[in-house]
């Protein structure tokens, strides 16, 4: 029986169960990977954390790694995206019961506090008796954060102060750490020395991890998932074009064709997004800094302009940045009536909730969860969903499951690869190999009724190419 875990209710776990098995046959690659190593079993001695969105996706890779023979611990990478049924089933595991709970210690329900946020966190890095896990799968870098911020103010034998203007999670985030350097001394860079290395999910994850490795933070190795062509180019695009307006019509069940909707950046998740918000009809208008992808835009067909130029008029907003302050609080008080507000971007500083709340003699309203209506003192008012977090998983169920098989193939193949082959990577951020990028892909085409092609000798010497791949240089943009 498990004694530790925390979730909202385990009487969902049947439910959760039920679509589990449902999304096991959407995930052709994790249930590859499981055939492929259910003998080898090469995560047995992995003590894998995980801080990823607790979905049923996540399920079924959680279930993954345990089939390859890991110990699992988990916590959901957001406050608001925990499907509660998802945990439940995931902490009763597929043979145990409610009252006799046999599965993985999950930390996490949809609707957490901050201080919840990280003291889930903090458990799931916790194993029983002190021990420490051996490996982080991130998706975002926050247990890499404490991790690293950790073993920082360990070594120097004090924790800073927060200053006043600091965010509020930051805040949480110090109070937390100095609680448990009290309690511990020295166990967080204890953690920090076991850990072989980190898989991270998500661009913003990777910008932090790359930002680390050049300031010569980096404390341990990592496998950069989101730049795997299969995650980026599939999840970040095509995963958006789903779960974007699911989230919008879950929330709103505004008519989207006709209205004008803003999608500010347009990387992989934005292009996604354009083309999701372009197929419910709504004419779509791209803000962009960068002119290569502005250019894109302007090519695919979208009108590409400043967000000052429409935020008068517009009826839809969505964040896709990744960067921060690109909704501000004067914009929002610039909008119509009713206009609808969200972020899909990994982090809630994209768009200025502070100070909208700051707003003299503004209100809020919430209609239900994750929709909050804010009211300005005129009277006018506009829609913000999931309080500025990411609205696809806040409200409604994140990317498919097809979708995050790709992805989370990856995820397991770089917790192998790390675990099992420490040495071919050393301190750094890398990328996994192309025939493992062209491996998860071809995991993938039987269930869609792909034919592939195959090469002839002289075809292949005449690219320049092996008859099995990879197929392109790694310069390849795709
Ligand atoms: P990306 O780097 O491909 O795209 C971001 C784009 O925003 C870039 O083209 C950049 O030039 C543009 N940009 C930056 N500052 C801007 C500004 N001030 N105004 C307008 N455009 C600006 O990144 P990607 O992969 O599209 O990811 C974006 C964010 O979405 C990241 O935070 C990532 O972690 C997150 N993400 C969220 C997912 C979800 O399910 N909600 C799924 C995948 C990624």
Redesign the pocket.
């Known amino acids: 029986m498990l004694t530790e875990f925390k979730v909202a209710d385990l009487s969902l776990a049947a439910f959760g169960r039920k679509e589990i098995q449902l999304a096991e046959h959407e995930m052709p690659g994790l249930m590859a990977v499981r055939e492929e190593y259910a003998e080898a079993r090469p995560l047995r001695g992995a003590k894998i954390m995980g801080s990823l969105h607790m979905t049923i996706q996540t399920a079924v890779l959680i279930e993954t790694l345990v089939a390859l023979g890991a110990e699992v611990r988990w916590a959901s990478c957001n406050i608001f995206s925990t499907q509660d049924h998802a945990a439940a089933a995931v902490v009763v595991g597929p043979n145990g019961t409610a009252e006799d709970p046999q599965g993985v210690p999950v930390f996490a329900w949809k609707g957490e506090t901050l201080e919840e946020y990280w003291w889930c966190t903090e458990q799931a890095l916790t194993w029983p008796g002190g021990d420490a896990p051996n490996m982080i799968l991130d998706d ?1 870098g926050d247990a890499t954060l404490l991790v690293h911020k950790g073993a920082e103010y360990d070594a120097a034998g004090t924790v800073p102060s927060a200053a006043e203007d600091d965010p509020d999670e930051w805040k949480v985030i110090l109070a937390a750490l100095r609680r448990s350097i009290d309690r511990t001394p020295g166990r967080w860079r204890e953690i920090a020395a076991g850990i072989r290395g980190v898989t991270e999910e ?4 990777v910008h932090r991890l790359y930002e680390m490795h050049r300031n010569g933070a980096l404390l341990f190795p990592a496998i950069n998932v ?1 730049d795997s062509v299969t995650k ?1 180019k599939f ?2 695009k095509y ?2 074009r789903h ?1 974007l307006v699911d989230g919008i019509n879950r929330a709103t069940d505004v008519l989207i064709g006709g209205k004008v909707a803003v999608v ?7 292009k996604g997004c354009s083309e999701s918000l372009r197929g419910q009809g709504a004419r779509v208008i791209v ?4 002119p290569i ?1 502005a250019l894109q835009a302007a090519m695919d067909g979208f009108q590409v302009t400043t967000l000052e130029d429409v935020v008068d008029t517009a009826d839809i907003f969505v964040t ?4 921060t302050g ?1 909704i501000r609080a004067d914009h929002m008080e610039r909008m119509k009536h009713q206009a609808i507000v969200g972020n ?4 809630d500083n994209e768009i200025d909730m502070a100070g909208l709340a700051k707003i003299a003699g503004i209100r809020r309203i919430n209609v239900k969860p994750q929709v909050d209506e804010w009211v300005f003192p005129d009277g006018h008012m506009i829609i913000v969903l999931s309080e500025g977090r ?1 609205l ?2 806040g409200n409604a169920t ?2 498919p499951s097809f979708v995050m098989s790709n992805s989370f193939t990856n995820q397991v193949i770089a917790q192998i690869e790390l675990f099992t082959r420490s040495d071919a990577y050393p301190l750094g951020v890398h990328v996994l190999p192309k025939h493992l990028d062209e491996k998860v892909a071809r995991l993938h085409l039987d269930a869609l009724g792909v034919k592939l092609t195959t090469l002839t000798k002289e075809q292949a010497a005449y690219i320049g190419v092996d008859v099995e791949g990879p197929y392109k240089p790694d310069h390849y943009r795709y």
């Open positions: 975002g998500t661009t913003t994850g989101n980026s999840d970040n995963g958006c779960s500010c950046g347009y990387g992989d998740v934005g803000t962009e800094v960068d992808c896709t940045t990744g960067n690109i899909i971007g990994h982090f990411l696809n998983l994140g990317h």
